[in-house]
């Protein structure tokens, strides 16, 4: 499904990815963990078509097709979508109306024409159900207010609607107490299919009880300097990155 190959991306003239090679395909889930600085949220950001990274070399395929050359509204529509680390609030914008917008926006696009009201209701209903959230969140501006637990929510909320292809989710258990990682995991698990594929960036490995990834990689200084099942992030947890990059030095 996805293919990364010897990818190099320039940020304001400093290299972070530096020829760094990843095959997904459908149906699985990967974990992307590492230092701080490593570059994870780089690859992410650079997959989804986000501003001010540099491609200097490499490719990104997806289903076969060149995914550099996409514009990002194309690549949302082609399948990827990234949720944000850092949740943005859109005053004045209603949540249900942003869910309906993106999800008619990519049908579209597909030639599949808009959802009926009903339908987008039950629909909507069914994952808010998921996410334990109360159905006065859609009313709300977007994460206007929302606690660091509730905006993660409605980000898999977004996802369980748009019901990507690719969803790629950065540091989702960052600032999540222990039952807000678990409906957060459980929402994302729900996400799994054989026709799709999920990308974890990670720095812990306590999401990675509740979301057992398929593949881990480790990602240190721009490249992937390791990968494994889901054993491996056990070990990382254990010895720390440290032991990973003395051996890979
Ligand atoms: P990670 O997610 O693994 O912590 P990032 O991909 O966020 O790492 O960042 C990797 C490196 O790239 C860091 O040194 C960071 O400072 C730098 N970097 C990332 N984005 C930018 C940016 N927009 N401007 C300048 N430097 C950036
Ligand atoms: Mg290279
Ligand atoms: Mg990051």
């Given at each position: 499904?996805?293919?990364?190959?010897?990818?190099?991306?320039?940020?304001?003239?400093?290299?972070?990815?530096?020829?760094?090679?990843?095959?997904?395909?459908?149906?699985?889930?990967?974990?992307?963990?590492?230092?701080?600085?490593?570059?994870?949220?780089?690859?992410?950001?650079?997959?989804?078509?986000?501003?001010?990274?540099?491609?200097?070399?490499?490719?990104?395929?997806?289903?076969?097709?060149?995914?550099?050359?996409?514009?990002?509204?194309e690549r949302?529509q082609a399948g990827l979508?990234?949720?944000?680390?850092?949740?943005?609030?859109?005053?004045?914008?209603?949540?249900?109306?942003?869910?309906?917008?993106?999800?008619?926006?990519?049908?579209?696009?597909?030639?599949?024409?808009?959802?009926?009201?009903?339908?987008?209701?039950?629909?909507?209903?069914?994952?808010?159900?998921?996410?334990?959230?109360?159905?006065?969140?859609?009313?709300?501006?977007?994460?206007?207010?929302?606690?660091?637990?509730?905006?993660?929510?409605?980000?898999?909320?977004?996802?369980?609607?748009?019901?990507?292809?690719?969803?790629?989710?950065?540091?989702?258990?960052?600032?999540?107490?222990?039952?807000?990682?678990?409906?957060?995991?459980?929402?994302?698990?729900?996400?799994?299919?054989?026709?799709?594929?999920?990308?974890?960036?990670?720095?812990?490995?306590?999401?990675?009880?509740?979301?057992?990834?398929?593949?881990?990689?480790?990602?240190?200084?721009?490249?992937?300097?390791?990968?494994?099942?889901?054993?491996?992030?056990?070990?990382?947890?254990?010895?720390?990155?440290?032991?990973?990059?003395?051996?890979?030095?």
């Open positions: 499904m996805l293919q990364v190959n010897d990818l190099h991306v320039t940020v304001e003239g400093n290299e972070i990815l530096k020829g760094l090679t990843l095959t997904i395909n459908a149906g699985e889930v990967h974990a992307i963990m590492g230092p701080n600085g490593a570059g994870k949220s780089t690859l992410s950001a650079v997959i989804a078509g986000k501003d001010g990274y540099e491609v200097t070399q490499g490719t990104v395929t997806f289903e076969g097709k060149d995914v550099l050359e996409m514009e990002i509204e949302a979508l990234l949720g944000f680390q850092y949740p943005v609030e859109i005053p004045g914008v209603k949540n249900i109306y942003l869910l309906k917008a993106a999800l008619n926006a990519q049908r579209v696009a597909r030639g599949e024409g808009e959802m009926p009201a009903p339908e987008f209701m039950k629909l909507v209903k069914e994952k808010l159900g998921y996410m334990k959230m109360d159905a006065s969140f859609l009313q709300r501006a977007v994460n206007e207010g929302f606690s660091g637990g509730e905006k993660k929510r409605n980000e898999i909320l977004q996802m369980l609607v748009l019901q990507p292809k690719l969803a790629m989710l950065d540091e989702i258990d960052s600032g999540l107490d222990i039952d807000a990682m678990k409906v957060v995991a459980d929402g994302v698990n729900s996400l799994r299919a054989q026709d799709r594929a999920i990308l974890l960036v990670t720095h812990y490995q306590r999401l990675l009880d509740y979301i057992v990834p398929d593949k881990v990689h480790v990602l240190v200084d721009g490249r992937i300097v390791k990968s494994g099942d889901a054993e491996l992030a056990k070990q990382l947890e254990a010895n720390g990155y440290e032991g990973i990059e003395e051996s890979v030095a």
